[in-house]
């Protein structure tokens, strides 16, 4: 079994290879990697619930929705966070979105399994209906169009530049959750995932544990939200609708759950996709359902988890040899 240190190893050589590569690839590759390094934070928050504590939430798009409504309104109206305020945004989105979670989990973590989904979803589904509705504020069905991106000594009006600071916070948030997980809060919200009962019997506060991990997930939503904000120059309902959150959710189980490398592959695949089969045929949604059906079929682990079953079937298939050497003639 490959070391964690090797993973380690490959994972940073991985993220040295982009960072290389993608400024030399032209304009386009450089938006669409940016579009997907902020959209893959959103989607490892969404795996340190689904992969790390059990608990598949559907809102996740509302902490995503309201940190980038937070950027496109104080930037717009207050022209606030276009220079070197931008940090004040960021860290702002951060806490606006780990306090609508802590709010929202007081709520949904009373519940689990289809419960909690069903009520994650009803939740994320009011922060879209105020999205629509609030005119004055959000500019209702129009949304709000960003006018340029932030200049503090760095000139992010340059896609280049603005990917490597969007890069840089991928960076630092795969970071910060891989040191979370591999703490022993983590390890005790793989326990949870597990088996709550038992942690419980072990005198673990398993809603706390959740709770956390629910703000969290939350703060780390509202980041991507800022920074989707500035890459995607356009903040609407589309931003906060349910598809959102379902596409993020599906990047995880494509890549594979409890991975936090597999959210970030999965949402590189998912925007590829989408960009390259747009352009050969009208119905690409159904080609890419079909991709999402056949790896849940086929590859419930994920791609992340191709390794796993690889050797799975190598190791039954060295047992099956070893018991027919073992028959007598």
């Known amino acids: 079994m490959m070391s964690q240190k090797i993973k380690i190893m490959i994972v940073i ?27 893959a934070i959103l989607a490892m928050s969404v795996d340190l619930l689904l992969g790390y504590t059990g608990m598949s939430s ?16 104080l ?12 940090w004040l945004v960021v860290v702002m989105g ?7 979670a802590a709010l929202f989990g007081l709520f949904a973590i009373r519940a689990g399994g289809v419960y909690f989904l069903m009520i994650t979803l009803a939740l994320g589904q009011c922060v879209w209906g105020l999205a629509y509705r609030w005119n004055s504020l959000t500019g209702g069905d129009n949304g709000i169009n960003m006018t340029g991106r932030p200049s503090f000594g760095l000139d992010l009006s340059n896609d280049v530049t603005f990917f490597y600071l969007v890069f840089a916070f991928f960076s630092l948030s795969m ?13 005790s ?46 903040v609407s309902p589309e ?11 599906l990047m995880v189980v494509l890549g594979g759950a409890g991975t936090l490398v597999g959210a970030a592959i999965g949402a590189a695949i998912v925007f590829g996709l989408r ?8 119905w690409w949604q159904y080609a890419l359902g079909a991709v999402y059906v056949m790896t849940i079929l086929y590859l419930p682990m994920g791609l992340m988890g191709i390794p796993k079953r690889w050797r799975q079937r190598n190791q039954g298939k060295g047992g099956e040899t070893k018991t027919l050497a073992s028959k007598p003639s």
């Open 13 to 39: 050589a991985a993220l040295v290879a982009v960072a290389l590569v993608v400024p030399q690839s032209g304009s386009f590759v450089v938006l669409l990697v940016t579009r997907a390094l902020a959209f």
């Open 58 to 73: 559907m809102g996740q798009a509302a902490y995503f929705g309201v940190g980038a409504y937070l950027t496109a309104v």
């Open 75 to 86: 930037a717009t109206k207050f022209h606030i966070g276009m220079g070197w305020d931008f």
């Open 94 to 100: 951060i806490l606006i979105g780990a306090a609508l």
């Open 175 to 187: 970071l910060a959750l891989y040191v979370l997980v591999r703490s022993p809060f983590g390890k």
């Open 189 to 234: 919200l793989a326990g949870i995932r597990e088996r709550e009962l038992r942690m419980q019997i072990l005198g673990y506060n398993t809603w706390l544990h959740k709770y956390i991990a629910f703000i969290i997930a939350g703060g780390f939503g509202g980041l991507a939200g800022v920074l989707w904000a500035h890459t995607n120059g356009h």
């Open 239 to 249: 931003t906060v609708v349910l598809t959102t959150s379902v596409d993020a959710l």
């Open 275 to 282: 960009e390259f089969l747009s352009t050969l045929v009208p």
